[in-house]
């Protein structure tokens, strides 16, 4: 029992292939597609035949299903005892593995099989042994004879044949013999020892028609050595065609059956084995997902898979090939993009090449919601063009799939629309048919300067801590990108098409962003020049509006109420303020806003709220520190008695800091752009006009003009201050040279 055990576990598996290694399975036990009850009747066979004479078997199936496999397990089950029992008697066969596949002089096949063979004569066996050195005889007579052969067949002499026999010949110290007389000799040796031999010839399709004719030729030879059983693995239908072809026969199947006894095919494997052992192997690449992943959107996943990818996988390689692929490219965009639809995408890029090439380099034909309805013909006559070039089997699993990753093309090629909410709803699934989601599928990685799926749901995670979310804003305050503006824009963004915020979260941002975000607004990176650009106050807006309606109905006044009294961001306070205000003015417009249920009390105390904070900050410096200071003088004269700001403006005139700065925030920065130039240019402008309703009468603007001269005159300005004062005077010229009009009312710079 002992010795049993001890031989078990000598061929026991101790560790199993890497997921993803295309090396074919060793042991039976990992035997995922059902070739191991096939294996152990064909080991049977092989060391149970009676007196077999050269008993050629061969296993016919294509590329990728699993032969080399197949073959680990024969090796495998001629071990086991039940198996190899002859007549009462254990006799291991030994197995010989010959590859023509490993040696680059194929046209030595002869001399490399029989050298292989012999190595595996066992040395304790002194029969055997002396039957080895007549092989080296053997190898030298059989070698001529292929020599010629191919010399016959190609029209030149091959001389390496001669001298590699020679000097195999020569190692062994033996003298050439007839060749039918050293084949005897080696046959009785054979027969007389009474040891199977099961020789395995793997890879035979992998070869050039002229090598696997030579490997025939090398078989026919050999093939008749008692004892002796060989199983050889190939596709058939190759290796017929290569025999057909290189003998100038007419049929090469009939050539096989003179040389093969038993032909067997590979037996099937079911989907269902196929698609459980890509299961498994996606389940142990993905792994679980973690808090700041993209959740496996179950339904998506099972229509995804069912209609485009399981009819993709047809042989055991493929999966392989597929898990392979994932293993290098998935780890990169891990949490960036949705799994299902990167899985989806990379089968194509494995197995549908051309199909993955038109997607990637076509991305407005196939994200966002449906076009028009008079670009249908043209969308439809693209994609049944690219889709008619592929091949036959591919066509109908690779449009079910893009009508699955591209709910677009449900429009092109049925009556399928979506709305905004959807794209909304994909967006927050960071599905590839989102414009801004699709780039980061085909680079393989997410670029520092873009916000990841990951940094948004690590953000989203700090949940109710206000203290935290504060200091995630500040930080993405600071994080610049390489065009101007900062992370936080980046964030405001992905905030917004997100419906799902938990009220916790939403609540508490919404806290955190009225405590710091005044910094964010006062930043004049955050607003680029342009005339597309979203203005940083803007982007503010959209981010409380959006929060604001995560919140219950019964919560959404008070809370706003609380954090415009309580809010350290005075400047945002007033700007959200203005903003709600402006939406119950008679010339107001219907938005998609949280804030225009808000009761009229409740709008009034907003005023309320506001006009007494700007009025206790304005007794020190803190209205000129505001991030606009013009709107807080705007929503003071609104919701106020304007001479109270005039007289504010009045005591900012007799002093040359506040009113050197008050100048400085009133120049407008843009753009313009000149047809055939590549750069645009920066213009700076200051229009004198918004100084006016805030001047105490009768001071008016030629008196603030000589008050800004007055101070420029008595210091050195900076570039800033410089700058200003020029497009202040500026603007005083045309005021100067245009006909006289009414004193403007008070007018937003935003």
Same mark, same amino acid.
């Given at each position: 029992?002992?010795?049993?055990?001890?031989?078990?576990?000598?061929?026991?598996?101790?560790?199993?292939?890497?997921?993803?290694?295309?090396?074919?399975?060793?042991?039976?036990?990992?035997?995922?597609?059902?070739?191991?009850?096939?294996?152990?009747?064909?080991?049977?066979?092989?060391?149970?035949?009676?007196?077999?004479?050269?008993?050629?078997?061969?296993?016919?199936?294509?590329?990728?299903?699993?032969?080399?496999?197949?073959?680990?397990?024969?090796?495998?089950?001629?071990?086991?005892?039940?198996?190899?029992?002859?007549?009462?008697?254990?006799?291991?066969?030994?197995?010989?593995?010959?590859?023509?596949?490993?040696?680059?002089?194929?046209?030595?096949?002869?001399?490399?099989?029989?050298?292989?063979?012999?190595?595996?004569?066992?040395?304790?066996?002194?029969?055997?042994?002396?039957?080895?050195?007549?092989?080296?005889?053997?190898?030298?007579?059989?070698?001529?004879?292929?020599?010629?052969?191919?010399?016959?067949?190609?029209?030149?002499?091959?001389?390496?044949?001669?001298?590699?026999?020679?000097?195999?010949?020569?190692?062994?110290?033996?003298?050439?013999?007839?060749?039918?007389?050293?084949?005897?000799?080696?046959?009785?040796?054979?027969?007389?020892? =009474?040891?199977?031999?099961?020789?395995?010839?793997?890879?035979?399709?992998?070869?050039?028609?002229?090598?696997?004719?030579?490997?025939?030729?090398?078989?026919?030879?050999?093939?008749?050595?008692?004892?002796?059983?060989?199983?050889?693995?190939?596709?058939?239908?190759?290796?017929?065609?290569?025999?057909?072809?290189?003998?100038?026969?007419?049929?090469?199947?009939?050539?096989?059956?003179?040389?093969?006894?038993?032909?067997?095919?590979?037996?099937?494997?079911?989907?269902?084995?196929?698609? #459980?052992?890509?299961?498994?192997?996606?389940?142990?690449?993905?792994?679980?997902?973690?808090?700041?992943?993209?959740?496996?959107?179950?339904?998506?996943?099972?229509?995804?898979?069912?209609?485009?990818?399981?009819?993709?996988?047809?042989?055991?390689?493929?999966?392989?090939?597929?898990?392979?692929?994932?293993?290098?490219?998935?780890?990169?965009?891990?949490?960036?993009?949705?799994?299902?639809?990167?899985?989806?995408?990379?089968?194509?890029?494995?197995?549908?090449?051309?199909?993955?090439?038109?997607?990637?380099?076509?991305?407005?034909?196939?994200?966002?919601?449906?076009?028009?309805?008079?670009?249908?013909?043209?969308?439809?006559?693209?994609?049944?063009?690219?889709?008619?070039?592929?091949?036959?089997?591919?066509?109908?699993?690779?449009?079910?799939?893009?009508?699955?990753?591209?709910? +677009?093309?449900?429009?092109?090629?049925?009556?399928?629309?979506?709305?905004?909410?959807?794209?909304?709803?994909?967006?927050?699934?960071?599905?590839?048919?989102?414009?801004?989601?699709?780039?980061?599928?085909?680079?393989?990685?997410?670029?520092?300067?873009?916000?990841?799926?990951?940094?948004?749901?690590?953000?989203?995670?700090?949940?109710?801590?206000?203290?935290?979310?504060?200091?995630?804003?500040?930080?993405?305050?600071?994080?610049?990108?390489?065009?101007?503006?900062?992370?936080?824009?980046?964030?405001?963004?992905?905030?917004?098409?997100?419906?799902?915020?938990?009220?916790?979260?939403?609540?508490?941002?919404?806290?955190?962003?009225?405590?710091?975000?005044?910094?964010?607004?006062?930043?004049?990176?955050?607003?680029?020049?342009?005339?597309?650009?979203?203005? =940083?106050?803007?982007?503010?807006?959209?981010?409380?509006?959006?929060?604001?309606?995560?919140?219950?109905?019964?919560?959404?006044?008070?809370?706003?109420? +609380?954090?415009?009294?309580?809010?350290?961001?005075?400047?945002?306070?007033?700007?959200?303020?203005?903003?709600?205000?402006?939406?119950?003015?008679?010339?107001?417009?219907?938005?998609?806003?949280?804030?225009?249920?808000?009761?009229?009390?409740?709008?009034? #105390?907003?005023?309320?709220?506001?006009? =007494?904070?700007?009025?206790?900050?304005?007794?020190?410096?803190?209205?000129? #520190?505001?991030?606009?200071?013009?709107?807080?003088?705007?929503?003071?004269?609104?919701?106020?008695?304007?001479?109270?700001?005039?007289?504010?403006?009045? +005591?900012?005139?007799?002093?040359?800091?506040?009113?050197?700065?008050?100048?400085?925030?009133?120049?407008?920065?843009?753009?313009?752009?000149?047809?055939?130039?590549?750069?645009?240019?920066?213009?700076?402008?200051?229009?004198?006009?918004?100084?006016?309703?805030?001047?105490?009468?009768?001071?008016?603007?030629? #008196?603030?003009? =000589?008050?800004?001269?007055?101070?420029?005159?008595?210091?050195?300005?900076?570039?800033?201050?410089?700058?200003?004062?020029?497009?202040?005077?500026?603007?005083?010229?045309?005021?100067?040279?245009?006909?006289?009009?009414?004193?403007?009312?008070?007018?937003?710079?935003?």
């Amino acid at each position: 029992m002992a010795g049993e055990n001890q031989r078990t576990s000598a061929v026991e598996p101790v560790i199993e292939s890497p997921l993803g290694s295309d090396a074919p399975q060793a042991h039976p036990s990992f035997d995922e597609f059902g070739y191991a009850p096939f294996a152990r009747t064909i080991a049977r066979a092989a060391a149970t035949t009676p007196s077999p004479k050269g008993l050629v078997m061969a296993i016919d199936g294509p590329w990728g299903a699993g032969k080399t496999s197949l073959l680990n397990f024969v090796r495998h089950y001629l071990l086991d005892q039940n198996v190899a029992v002859v007549k009462n008697e254990l006799v291991l066969p030994v197995s010989v593995e010959f590859n023509p596949w490993w040696f680059a002089d194929r046209e030595q096949l002869t001399l490399q099989f029989l050298e292989q063979f012999r190595a595996r004569f066992p040395q304790e066996n002194k029969t055997l042994m002396a039957v080895a050195d007549a092989f080296a005889e053997y190898a030298d007579a059989i070698g001529s004879a292929v020599a010629t052969s191919i010399s016959a067949a190609t029209g030149a002499p091959i001389p390496l044949l001669g001298t590699f026999a020679s000097g195999l010949l020569k190692r062994f110290k033996r003298t050439p013999k007839d060749v039918r007389k050293l084949k005897a000799e080696v046959s009785d040796a054979l027969e007389k020892a =009474a040891q199977r031999f099961v020789v395995f010839v793997d890879d035979i399709d992998r070869l050039a028609p002229y090598e696997i004719r030579e490997v025939f030729k090398v078989i026919k030879a050999v093939a008749d050595f008692p004892n002796v059983v060989y199983i050889l693995a190939f596709d058939r239908r190759l290796v017929s065609e290569a025999l057909r072809t290189s003998l100038a026969i007419a049929d090469g199947d009939a050539y096989l059956e003179k040389i093969v006894q038993a032909q067997f095919v590979l037996p099937a494997v079911s989907d269902e084995f196929l698609i #459980q052992k890509l299961l498994r192997d996606l389940d142990r690449l993905i792994g679980t997902l973690g808090n700041d992943e993209i959740a496996v959107d179950t339904t998506h996943w099972s229509n995804v898979f069912h209609d485009g990818l399981s009819p993709l996988v047809q042989t055991p390689r493929d999966v392989v090939r597929a898990v392979n692929a994932l293993m290098v490219t998935f780890p990169a965009v891990r949490g960036e993009v949705n799994p299902v639809d990167f899985i989806a995408l990379e089968f194509l890029r494995v197995f549908v090449p051309a199909a993955y090439a038109v997607i990637r380099d076509n991305k407005a034909k196939f994200t966002g919601l449906a076009p028009d309805r008079g670009e249908r013909v043209e969308a439809q006559q693209f994609h049944d063009g690219w889709l008619e070039t592929l091949s036959a089997r591919h066509r109908a699993p690779v449009k079910a799939l893009m009508k699955r990753l591209f709910p +677009r093309l449900q429009w092109v090629w049925g009556n399928v629309t979506y709305g905004t909410d959807s794209l909304r709803r994909w967006s927050a699934q960071a599905r590839v048919c989102v414009s801004e989601k699709f780039d980061r599928y085909f680079q393989f990685g997410v670029s520092p300067d873009v916000l990841s799926e990951q940094e948004l749901r690590a953000f989203i995670r700090l949940g109710e801590n206000v203290d935290a979310l504060a200091d995630a804003w500040v930080v993405a305050f600071d994080e610049r990108r390489p065009s101007g503006p900062c992370k936080a824009n980046d964030l405001i963004t992905a905030l917004t098409k997100l419906d799902d915020l938990p009220v916790p979260f939403a609540a508490a941002c919404m806290e955190a962003f009225f405590r710091v975000g005044d910094g964010f607004l006062s930043d004049p990176r955050n607003s680029v020049p342009g005339f597309f650009s979203v203005h =940083a106050d803007v982007h503010a807006f959209w981010l409380i509006n959006h929060l604001a309606k995560a919140l219950p109905d019964n919560q959404r006044e008070t809370t706003i109420l +609380r954090l415009i009294r309580e809010g350290e961001a005075i400047g945002l306070a007033c700007r959200i303020a203005y903003s709600i205000d402006r939406m119950y003015q008679a010339d107001a417009a219907q938005r998609d806003s949280a804030f225009q249920a808000f009761a009229p009390a409740t709008v009034e #105390q907003l005023r309320d709220i506001v006009t =007494a904070r700007l009025r206790k900050i304005a007794r020190g410096d803190g209205l000129i #520190q505001l991030p606009d200071v013009y709107l807080a003088l705007l929503v003071w004269s609104n919701w106020a008695d304007i001479a109270e700001i005039q007289q504010w403006f009045q +005591r900012a005139m007799d002093d040359d800091e506040v009113l050197l700065k008050l100048l400085v925030k009133a120049v407008r920065v843009g753009t313009s752009y000149t047809y055939g130039e590549r750069v645009t240019h920066r213009i700076a402008s200051v229009d004198p006009k918004l100084f006016e309703p805030y001047l105490l009468p009768p001071t008016n603007l030629e #008196q603030l003009s =000589a008050r800004l001269r007055e101070i420029a005159s008595g210091r050195i300005l900076d570039e800033v201050e410089t700058e200003a004062t020029r497009e202040f005077e500026k603007g005083m010229d045309t005021i100067r040279n245009s006909p006289p009009q009414d004193s403007p009312a008070p007018v937003s710079t935003s």
